[in-house]
């Protein structure tokens, strides 16, 4: 939520763009993303790419948990493999000053972000799911910055 908030911010700075030119960087952004997680389109993404350490979590369980949170909500360390949340932080950078897509992206990501451990834990057999998971991730990061691009061709209209 607080990167979504930053966005949010920041966003009004993009209002004396027309919507048009907006949308269009939005889409094209997605677009690329898409293709970069389809292995189409080689690009670098900028990120902090160090993994949270264990320990982190062993020092003190809530507190830990919270650090570890902000950490990999932010991206101020950790590894991001999918091009999606770039595409959706210009998404919200984009939005024009609306709160909405602030929210839902923020909402979504820790949504998803705690389905994950639980389902997989849901599931009685963690090597199974790791390896559906697998098979699917691909496409699943490919829909997902497809979607961002529908999304913004249908708020624009």
């Known amino acids: ?22 949308q269009g960087l939005i889409v094209a952004v997605a677009l690329l993303a898409a293709l970069r997680d389809a292995g189409k389109l080689s690009l670098r993404l900028p990120q902090n790419a160090r993994q949270i350490p264990q320990d982190v979590l062993r020092r003190h369980l809530a507190c830990g948990a919270l650090q570890f949170g902000f950490e990999l909500g932010t991206g101020v360390r950790t590894y991001v493999s999918a091009s999606t949340p ?13 709160y909405a897509p602030a929210l839902a992206a923020g909402l979504g990501f820790g949504v998803g972000r705690a389905l994950t451990p639980a389902l997989r ?37």
């Open 121 to 157: 834990r849901l599931s009685g057999n963690g090597k199974r799911w790791d390896d559906m998971l697998a098979r699917r991730l691909t496409g699943m990061t490919v829909l997902c910055s497809v979607l961002i691009a529908t999304v913004a061709c249908a708020i624009f209209r």
């Open 1 to 22: 939520m607080l990167t979504a908030g930053v966005l949010w911010l920041l966003s009004g700075l993009s209002t004396p763009l027309p919507a048009g030119v907006r």
């Open 86 to 98: 770039y595409a959706m932080a210009v998404a919200v950078l984009l939005s024009g000053g609306s």
